[in-house]
């Protein structure tokens, strides 16, 4: 069974950097297609960024020149460097896995961390 552990978030000023850390278990992590969601108070989860089999990334719009997916193997974990924070990056940052391809939907992932929560002051 994959379990995925989230760490990293807190409170930062606007324009300021967090990196947020994954950490899987349970399985292969290679194999997996790992991502990053984030859920703002009464709003839908929305895809950030991802990073695939063949390390491929693949980002938002919003966060696009911002945020920097990476994963290390070897210590089966998976970041998310985020530089130049807005207040709208404000929300419950979730780590996610499938075993397949990128997805940009939450309903692709199968596997979920219990998220981590990321404060951005103005």
């Known amino acids: 069974q994959v379990q995925l552990v989230e760490s990293g978030g807190g409170l930062v000023q606007a324009g300021g950097s967090l990196r947020l850390s994954c950490k899987f278990s349970?399985?292969?992590?290679?194999?997996?297609?790992m991502a990053w969601f984030r859920q703002a108070p009464g709003q839908e989860r929305e895809f950030v960024s991802a990073i695939d089999r063949s390390d491929t990334t693949y980002y938002a719009d919003s966060v696009k020149g911002r945020f920097t997916i990476s994963r290390d193997n070897a210590r089966n974990t998976v970041y998310l460097q985020m530089n130049s924070l807005k207040p709208d990056d404000t929300a419950v940052y979730y780590c996610a896995a499938r075993y397949s391809g990128v997805h940009y939907t939450r309903s692709a992932y199968a596997y979920w961390g219990q998220g981590t929560q990321v404060t951005v002051s103005s």
């Open positions: 349970g399985r292969t992590p290679s194999l997996y297609t």
